[in-house]
């Protein structure tokens, strides 16, 4: 089984500016605690970060087929997309939405998630670790053995 695993704008900056809101956790150490996770329920991840809304919507389309579901932090497309609310939609496979920070503690234009009603669930504020429990999660709900 393989999970795509999608990363938003500015997210490969993650680690090296603003420690205080995302911590010193770097994309790597995100992308080896997931394939971690996975693996050890004999899943395959295959990840992707990009800065450009229609890039993530073609790799989400072009994956729909090979992935059975998605670990997405959108980034600032969770607040403003529209297009990115509708390509999950369109792609028919769970997508579990992950926030590092604390979406709901920080400013107004944040609290709300477009993506959020065609997505299987969120997990915002647990930083790290939020990442983990929204792979499991999704095995979990794809019927894949603990
Ligand atoms: O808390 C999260 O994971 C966010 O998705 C991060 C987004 C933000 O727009 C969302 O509201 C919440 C921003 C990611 C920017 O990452 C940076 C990393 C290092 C330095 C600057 C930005």
Redo the contacts with the bound molecule.
Sequence with gaps: MNLLLVH????N??????PE??GRTTLLDIEADVAAAAGARGAAVLSFQSNHEGAIIDFLHEHRKLAAGVVM????Y??TSVALHDAIEAIHIPVVE??????HA?EGF?HRSLIAPACLGQV??LGRDGYTFATNLLLDRLGVQA
Excluded: D, Q, W
């Excluded at 900056?13 to 603003?18: A, F, T």
């Excluded at 992950?98 to 979406?103: A, E, G, K, L």
């Design positions: 938003g704008p500015n997210l900056l993650l680690g090296e500016r603003k809101v995302y932090n959108a980034g600032a969770t607040h992950v926030h590092i920070s604390n979406t920080r944040r915002t504020g």
